[in-house]
DNA sequence: AACGGGCTACCTACTGGTAGGTAGGGCAGA
DNA sequence: TCTGCCCTACCTACCAGTAGGTAGCCCGTT
């Protein structure tokens, strides 16, 4: 019981400093970002953000498990479901953008780690990351020996389709100037999602 | 004359400095990195460093356009074959791929800008890779007119093209750890360079 | 009275950048 | 051939500013 209230009570406080740790973190990396620039963002001073996080690299990897945990829950539900052949494919690719659309920042947040070797967080990233990425291989190596789709080299498959769908949001900023429009409005996501699923599509299934 | 002897006399440490701020920015991004790694890594004081490029941010802007006439001198050439059809776009898709392995640093600084919006960089670089962009989708969507394509958004379709190809670069270490091997290795590129060809003439060629 | 959560004031380490000095090569003129 | 001068490339010592982190006080709630 005082396990809840105290969680309530400093839930607030603690909750905003990790969303405005996630949000500096993603926009300008971790060197990048000073426990000033959060602290301020809160509306609090630096020695105030200490008191709920022990050091910055502590807060870092708050904000990193977050990131995973909310990933690997929104995936893994996508990659549980009972449908086969193309359709699940679609449907994990469309569970991804979801994902990635409601919360931009930590994709750029991974972007970020996956440039600098995860050298910032103390979790061990690949650890999290490979079971996905096995059953992920598993699945299409199975579905192509049973001839539903066309024979490729799965896990290159993978990387394929996670570089195509992150770096849509992880480079959104860039993607802006190209295409002279926003990158994120609900609309261009939805567009461009439809894109990789058709492109997707024509690739593996004959 | 003169010049040239300064020239000779200076270029050697002027191009120490450069690879070393490319390799170190590179790994550790703009913010991450001081010029004292710099002038460590060159063997020289950051004094030193700075008697040769003026400030940080100039050395970095140096570096950067090392990178980009590097990277359009090796895609305009591509971009400029006599090729058509599907010949050109793997002509093109393998220029990128040789381009990016052997210049993997290149990628990552260029991740980085496109992760921080070019902040740090003081040239136009929408303004100098609009034109191959513009002209890449131009050619794409002519060749879907003239039905050698299957048809799919062209901007969209080389945003999924551009981010599939430099990830494989950019995520490298991340990538290591997923597949338990060395992702950069001439065989593995190859490998990859394959698969995806391989997968976009799927999707693209009827 | 105790305490949680904020504060000011301070610390050390390090940043990018500057000031000023020195070693040594090239070169014009005696 | 020697001498004096300039220039490049490097150095040490220092600057102001800022980083992350600590110590200790204040104050409202319970």
């Given at each position: 019981m005082s396990d809840v209230t105290e969680e309530?009570?400093?839930?607030?406080?603690?909750?905003?400093?990790?969303?405005?740790?996630?949000?500096?973190?993603?926009?300008?990396?971790y060197e990048g970002t000073s426990l000033n620039d959060i602290a301020a963002g809160v509306g609090i001073r630096r020695p105030s953000l200490l008191h709920?996080?022990?050091?910055?690299?502590a807060l870092y990897t708050d904000v990193f498990e977050m990131l995973l945990s909310e990933?690997?829950?929104?995936?893994?539900?996508?990659?549980?479901?009972?449908?086969?052949?193309?359709?699940?494919?679609?449907?994990?690719?469309?569970?991804?953008?979801?994902?990635?659309?409601?919360?931009?920042?930590?994709?750029?947040?991974?972007?970020?780690?996956a440039l600098d070797s995860g050298v910032h967080v103390g979790v061990d990233l690949s650890?999290?990351?490979?079971?996905?990425?096995?059953?992920?291989?598993?699945?299409?190596?199975?579905?192509?020996d049973a001839g539903h789709f066309r024979r490729h080299n799965s896990?290159?498959?993978?990387?394929?389709?996670?570089?195509a769908i992150l770096t849509y949001f992880s480079d959104a900023p860039f993607i802006d100037e190209l295409l002279?429009?926003?990158?994120?409005?609900?609309?261009?996501?939805?567009?461009?999602?439809?894109?990789?699923?058709a492109f997707f599509r024509a690739a593996l299934v004959a």
């Open positions: 309530i009570s400093s839930k607030s406080t603690r909750e905003l400093i990790l969303d405005e740790a996630l949000h500096c973190f993603a926009d300008r990396g709920h996080f022990p050091s910055k690299e990933w690997l829950e929104g995936l893994e539900v996508a990659m549980a479901s009972p449908a086969s052949g193309w359709d699940k494919a679609e449907l994990v690719i469309r569970a991804g953008f979801d994902l990635f659309a409601r919360t931009p920042d930590y994709v750029r947040i991974m972007r970020r780690e650890g999290f990351l490979r079971p996905l990425f096995d059953s992920a291989c598993a699945y299409f190596t199975s579905e192509m896990q290159h498959l993978i990387i394929t389709g996670y570089g002279n429009d926003q990158a994120l409005t609900p609309e261009n996501v939805r567009d461009h999602c439809d894109h990789v699923v």
